[in-house]
């Protein structure tokens, strides 16, 4: 009986398997112009969850055209998680630049979270490379 029940489980989840692996012929490519500036455009979300996500997603994906509203983010946000996940995207892509934001964003941070936060981020050699 119990043989049953798996075997049934499995036919009847192969469908959705099925339906929901993309079709190899219709891939196509990413457009990043268009993905940044939906990111760019998350960074001046009302909600910080998207927020935090477009950071994440910035980083992960090098995209280098956010800097400014990341810079942006670091000056104007209260919200901690929000400021940390932007200060890490604009260390990760922007190079000299980011570093120059976040150091000059560190000596006006009031919040003492985000202030560690930011020096431990300058401070640590392997975010530093990246």
């Known amino acids: ?5 798996v075997m049934l489980a499995v036919l009847l989840g192969l469908p ?5 692996t993309p079709d190899s012929n219709n891939i196509t490519t990413v457009n990043w112009s268009k993905a940044e ?3 760019k455009e ?3 979300s009302s909600n910080n969850g998207v927020k935090v996500g477009a950071a994440i997603y910035i980083r992960k994906y090098n995209l280098k055209g956010a800097i400014e509203e990341l810079k942006s983010l670091l000056a104007k946000e209260n919200v901690e998680n929000v400021k940390m996940s932007g200060a890490l995207a604009l260390l990760t892509i922007g190079g000299k630049e980011g570093r ?4 000059n964003a560190l000596e006006t941070e009031e919040n003492e979270i985000v202030a560690e936060f930011y020096r431990s981020i300058l401070d640590n050699q392997i975010i530093a490379q990246h």
Do not use: S
């Not at 009986?1 to 029940?5: A, D, G, L, Q």
């Not at 959705?16 to 929901?20: E, G, I, L």
């Open 16 to 20: 959705f398997v099925f339906a929901a």
């Open 37 to 39: 500036l939906n990111y």
């Open 1 to 5: 009986m119990k043989i049953m029940r």
């Open 42 to 44: 998350c960074l001046k």
């Open 100 to 103: 120059t934001a976040i150091q």
